[in-house]
């Protein structure tokens, strides 16, 4: 099995930041793609940012706000979160895609997800 465990999420004032962390462990092979995602309640959930291969894909609403960035030797992911706004609020849920050992098959698990809280 695997599990994904996020961390860092709190209140934070408008225009502050935060770093939320997410870390993949148990029978991996390989970590693939980690991304974020964001859920509010009453809305889907919304890919925040990902990153795979050295590549990265945002957000409209975060660019230029937000960077994820990745330690692969620790199959951990972090989302820099800056100049927060109010309609960041949410909850945020790390999903991580890979091969997991044993089986060889591939493996797609989310987190429980970090409450973010931007208010003054």
């Known amino acids: 099995q695997v599990h994904v465990a996020e961390s860092g999420g709190g209140l934070v004032q408008p225009g502050g930041s935060l770093r939320l962390s997410c870390a993949a462990s148990g029978n991996i092979v390989v970590v693939n793609v980690m991304g974020w995602y964001r859920q509010t309640p009453g809305n889907e959930r919304e890919l925040v940012a990902s990153i795979w291969a050295g590549r990265t894909n945002y957000g409209d609403s975060v660019k230029g706000r937000f960077t994820i960035s990745r330690d692969k030797n620790k199959n951990t992911a972090y989302l820099q979160m800056n100049s927060l706004k109010p309609e960041d609020g949410a909850v945020y849920y790390c999903?991580?895609?890979?091969?997991?050992?044993?089986?060889?098959?591939?493996?797609?698990?989310w987190g429980q997800g970090t409450q973010v809280t931007v208010s003054s």
């Open positions: 999903n991580v895609k890979g091969v997991e050992s044993g089986t060889y098959e591939p493996f797609e698990t």
